[in-house]
């Protein structure tokens, strides 16, 4: 997936929290989007991700050289944010098979094989909201990053982790992440220290 931002800015009533991005995202490259903590990161991830439109300028998704309509997008990549939520009434199984529904995952995992992934003992009929905050961020990523998508957006990928969790986080991103367009958005050095290019937030506050 590469993507293209031209003047792009989002305001929020009468405040510009972000204003003239341009920036080119070339095809299955690894971005880093840093910045402290409300400068306007997870605002430009959903501006990537179609959820949010720019107040000014365009974004512009292309795939395998065919125009990606925004209203198309959300069939081309998968997401993991803090603030996306899951359905925590459904178990750890019924959780990765609605997952399925809407996102086939890669051709060499399987529901059981993401199960085995999480590596949580006993849980698979264990309801989403019996799960550690460590357990649910776990499961975002590995939803994500097994999912059959182009593009990957990961808003803050380890919170919530701990030291062996940050670890798992690693070793996802090197089995799955290959041959994707993947954007990290964080300012822990950890979450995206093996990206080529950096975005510094702040050069595009006003």
Known sequence: MRIELQGVG???????ILR???????????VAITGPNGSGKSTLMKMLSGY???????IYFRYQ???VAVSDLYRHL????PYIDLIEELTLLEAIRFHQRFKPLLPDIDTDGVYQLLGFKKAKRKQIRHFSSGMKQRLKLALAL?????LLLLDEPTTNLDTEGIQWYRSLIDRF???????????VDVDFDFCEQRVDILDYKT
């Open 10 to 16: 989002k305001r929020y009533k009468l405040e510009w």
């Open 20 to 30: 003239g991005i341009d920036l080119s995202i070339p095809a299955q490259s690894r």
């Open 52 to 58: 949010l439109s720019p107040s000014k300028g365009r």
């Open 65 to 67: 050289e065919e125009a």
């Open 78 to 81: 998968a997401y993991a944010a």
């Open 146 to 150: 097994c999912s059959d998508t182009p």
């Open 177 to 187: 992440a290959a041959g994707r367009t993947l954007i990290i958005a964080s300012n």
